[in-house]
Structure formats: C-alpha cells, structure tokens
C-alpha cells in the first residue's frame, strides 16, 4: 500500500501537441518528472515511452537554446509557428533551454500550439524564431 501512495504522489509532466488541422490534441501523460528537466528531454522520454509517439525536428541556432520547427511532418512555415507553453504560460527559451520547474505532488502541462502569428501576440519564443530565419 506504501509503495502505491509513493507512486500516486510523483510528480509528472504531461504532453499535448495541438493537431495543426483542427483534430483532437495527442496526449501523452505520466512522463517522469526529475530536477532540472528541460522540455526537449521530457519531449525525449515520452518518445520513448508512447508506441505509437510523435516525431519532431530541432534547430540549434539560437542563444536561446533549441527550436522545434517540426512535428509530426508539419513545419514552421509563413506566419504559422509551434509554440511551447509551460502551465499555460508561453516559454521566452527554447527546448533545450526550457526548464520544467516542480509542482509538488502535480503535473505539469506542457502544451505545443500551431498559430498564425499575425493573429495573436508575438512572443519572445517567435521572436527569436524569425530571428534564426534571417
């Protein structure tokens, strides 16, 4: 019975990547969580735990770490860009850099969105996207 309440009270991360098409979100949940996780290696273990997963792509061009520009086949193109948020909160850094903080006995939401940037706000993390481009 111990052994099941440990279980329950680990903290965990959760991944839903948006469907570009409007379709329903992929979900992949219970994906460990350790001290000083970034969003690229959470990304990383759910690959490798979810059979069939997802694919994506990363640029390394950025001082603000890496960039998905891809997932599953859909890229970064015109004005339609893959947004990382963390709790609901848009990420400034890129995967590599963004690190998934703790939220006792939680979960943590990572949410991937495809958006048209000329219809919401600009964050930094399409800032420094368009930047990489030039």
Do not use: C, H
């Not at 970034?38 to 950025?62: C, D, K, W």
């Not at 520009?69 to 004005?79: H, K, L, M, R, V």
Request: charged share 20%.
């Amino acid at each position: 019975m111990a052994t099941q309440q440990t279980l329950q009270l680990k903290n965990t991360v959760s991944l839903r990547i948006a469907d570009p098409n409007g379709g329903p979100p992929s979900l992949f949940e219970n994906i460990p969580w350790f001290a000083g996780m970034t969003v690229l290696e959470a990304m990383l273990i759910a690959q490798g735990m979810y059979e069939p997963g997802f694919r994506f792509q990363v640029e390394y061009n950025s001082f603000y770490g890496a960039f998905v520009n891809s997932i599953d086949g859909t890229p970064d193109q015109g004005n339609d860009f893959w947004i990382v948020q963390i709790n609901g909160k848009d990420s400034d850094l890129g995967v590599s850099e963004a690190i998934i903080f703790e939220q006792p006995n939680q979960n943590v939401e990572v949410e991937w969105q495809y958006r048209d940037i000329n219809r919401q706000a600009k964050s930094k993390q399409v800032g420094q996207k368009m930047l990489s481009r030039a």
